[in-house]
């Protein structure tokens, strides 16, 4: 019944597996494909024919997590997934963007690719599975599709490289880093770092690029066994050749006039005019065609060849060359935090917010649940490009830019220990042109050292182009967003003066050399440290405390068995206390109790509060109370948080005493003194030896006044 393909390989310690012709057997190539034990599902399915007028590949990559794969039911309401997560919506981007190059130039004919997770290990991450597994599906799908891609995981444990760490390894290393690319080259890179070097971060890519070649060959093994014969390509007809040369003869000469323009919107201002003038030429002509596609490889030629011919670029600048930039913070009068980052026509407002442990995010994700305590959050409003446009939730690109931008940050940040606080960044763009993700990070750090957040050194980011030709290559710093549009290289570098925090790259050809990768992350090195400095007019650390309007966080520990009479039955006592306080407590289980309050005199009194719970009561102290109970042998005083003694009626006042209620009544606030314990640890209080006026300690007066002679209050007691 089945046409069952299997082909396996001893990879990094662990057996890869990828099997096909059993499951999904509709779709155009499916591949399982098993990683330790963790399975991910891999199938694609391509269109015959595009749409007329289609001018843009339809690729779309989904991959989405089955909480069965983990043995566990989704949480919430709903019991059934729902709407990617954001750990879903960064794997779908790593699936795309180095598949997505290695689809045939023109090629307009959609594509969907679906990843399912079947099973996790919790030790084998299952987006580095995902990956290989569709680029096996592509490869014997029968799609134009210029692959294999093969990828891993690189770890920097130890001074060594590890080739896909497990999940405990990970939190042991430097590094975290995806690669992704062909036999040829790299195409895709991801990383988190804690403050590495360029010639680490070079090395980690390289291994991870030979790491993964026994995969691509195996794919290649397995598509010769059972690859669907390929789809044939439409070739390049004589009547669009002379479309294309008709097109360059209208508007090149406008198009580099255009590019000789070095401010944004005028420069596109001329290039929708060249746009115009070849659909009204070509239509008083007679013409008919799509020039879409046609005006788009006109402009990159006319930029590219520019820059590789003059050395200079759009605006002017050389290849190296850095935006003026400005740095402004504490420009929100009431945020706890805020910077204003500005890089030529690139701007990114950055607001930090502080909050206490009950602000942190609750995160459930396949490896279970884990609160995160810094957030970035990165919004691209259509106003920043001068358009017009739907405002919604953020999209892919939203998520995967804040992503970014939070690698770049994280491993910079202070410990819970040392800062206490829940840590939120929103970015709102509001002009771009170029690697607003990277102005997000300097943003970011600036922001975060507004509102008093240590951080342990600034962090600066920039983006990196690259120009291929056949004749050379030219590799830009600081990217415009025409060179990023036109360019074939992406890569943005993040870190500190002492190294790389993030580094991301995506390439739009089919792969580039560690040559072009060594230049690039050199010239970036030249260029952090250049905006490094330009941030350190501004802001060069956290500011000394944490703004007025800012939470105030006070730590203070108790014993671990006092924790329960803090919280109280059924949290009624923590409840009473931060109603009554107006102050917000966190209570860990090894007795840490963090008390926050934008009021000083709030936290105090509920730092009080909670001291006077766990405290012990000491023989011979006088305590504030309230009489909580009457009884006829005396009264109950609530003396010490939720302790209560009590006063037997010879003690409540001196002299002789018929009731209770006579003297103290319930809900009275009365001063008591510790008089010793009674044989089942009771505590003994009296009223009668302290003033009750003034809470002063008249034990030795009542003593002189009793004489020696029998005290009256004591017949009440026998």
């Not at 069965?68 to 963007?97: H, Q, Y």
């Not at 939070?406 to 606080?421: C, N, S, T, V």
Request: proline share 4%; net charge negative.
């Amino acid at each position: 019944m089945f046409n069952h393909f299997r082909k396996e390989l001893d990879w990094g310690g662990r057996k890869l597996v990828l099997e096909t012709g059993k499951i999904a057997r509709q779709a155009d190539g499916a591949v399982l494909a098993t990683y330790g034990e963790t399975v991910v599902l891999c199938t694609v399915v391509g269109v015959r024919t595009a749409k007329p007028g289609q001018d843009f590949f339809p690729l779309t990559v989904n991959y989405q997590e089955k909480t069965f794969a983990a043995g566990k039911i989704p949480g919430g309401f709903f019991k059934r997934e729902g709407r990617p997560t954001e750990t879903e919506v960064l794997t779908s981007r790593i699936i795309d963007r180095p598949i997505r190059p290695l689809f045939p130039h023109g090629f307009r004919n959609e594509v969907q690719v679906v990843a399912t997770v079947l099973s996790h290990d919790l030790e084998n991450d299952p987006d580095m599975v995902a990956l290989v597994g569709c680029s096996a599906a592509l490869t014997i799908s029968g799609i134009p599709f210029f692959g294999p891609v093969g990828s891993a995981r690189v770890a920097w444990i130890d001074g060594a490289y590890v080739l896909n760490p497990t999940s405990e390894q990970v939190k042991e290393s430097k590094l975290e880093l995806v690669v992704a690319g062909t036999a040829e080259g790299v195409l895709m890179v991801e990383s988190e770092a804690q403050e590495l070097s360029e010639e680490i971060m070079l090395g980690a890519v390289t291994f991870g690029h030979t790491g993964f070649q026994p995969v691509i060959q195996m794919i290649i093994e397995l598509a010769e066994l059972c690859a669907k014969e390929p789809w044939a390509l439409a070739e390049v007809s004589d009547a669009h050749k002379a479309l294309a040369a008709r097109v360059d003869g209208i508007a090149r000469a406008g198009l580099v006039e255009a590019y000789g323009e070095k401010l944004k919107q005028p420069r596109q201002e001329k290039v929708g005019a060249m746009k115009k003038l070849v659909s009204t030429t070509l239509a008083a002509e007679g013409i008919e065609g799509d020039t879409k596609g046609i005006f788009k490889e006109l402009e990159a030629d006319v930029v590219r060849n520019s820059v590789l011919d003059t050395g200079l670029r759009i605006d002017g600048r050389d290849t190296k060359t850095v935006r003026p930039i400005v740095a402004e913070v504490g420009i929100l009068p009431r945020s706890h935090g805020s910077a204003l980052f500005t890089r030529g026509e690139t701007q990114a407002l950055c607001v930090a917010t502080l909050g206490t442990a009950q602000d942190e995010q609750l995160i459930d994700a396949l490896e279970g649940e884990y609160r995160e305590n810094f957030m970035l959050h990165y919004n691209f409003p259509p106003y920043s490009v001068g358009e017009a446009g739907r405002m919604g939730s953020p999209g892919r690109r939203e998520i995967g830019h804040g992503k970014l931008a939070w690698r770049a940050i994280h491993p910079l940040l202070p410990g819970k220990d040392k800062f206490p606080y829940t840590m939120r960044v929103v970015s709102e763009i509001t002009e771009s042109n170029g690697s607003s993700s990277m102005a997000t990070v300097c943003g970011t750090s600036l922001a975060l050292m507004d509102a008093g957040v240590p951080l342990v050194r600034p962090v600066a980011g920039i983006a990196m182009g690259l120009i291929k030709e056949d004749r050379g290559y030219a590799v830009l710093s600081d990217i415009l967003g025409d060179e990023d549009f036109l360019g074939d290289m992406d890569f943005k570098v993040a870190g500190t003066e002492l190294g790389i925090t993030a580094l991301q790259m995506d390439i739009k050809i089919t792969s580039i050399t560690a040559d072009i990768m060594k230049v690039a992350l050199d010239q970036a090195k030249g260029g952090r440290m250049h905006i490094l400095g330009e941030m350190a007019l501004a802001l060069t650390s956290g500011r000394d405390g944490v703004a007025a309007t800012a939470p105030k966080i006070t730590i203070i520990n108790v014993p671990k068995e006092k924790i329960r009479d803090i919280i109280g039955t059924g949290g009624k006592v923590i409840r009473e206390i931060v109603e009554q306080t107006g102050a917000k407590i966190d209570i860990d289980d090894d007795g840490t109790v963090k008390v926050a309050a934008s009021d000083d005199a709030k936290a105090q009194a509920a730092i009080a509060w909670i001291r006077g719970i766990v405290a012990e009561p000491e023989i011979g102290v006088i305590y504030t109370g309230k009489v909580v109970k009457t009884a006829d042998f005396g009264a109950f005083v609530n003396f010490l948080g939720s302790r209560d003694g009590l006063v037997h009626i010879s003690e409540l006042q001196q002299g002789r005493v018929n009731k209770t209620t006579d003297v103290v009544a319930q809900g009275d606030s009365v001063k008591v003194k510790v008089m010793g314990f009674d044989d089942r640890g009771k505590v003994k209080l009296s009223m009668r030896v302290v003033d009750q006026a003034t809470g002063a300690d008249i034990t030795e007066q009542v003593g002189a006044k009793a004489g020696g002679g029998r005290d009256r209050g004591s017949d009440a007691a026998e």
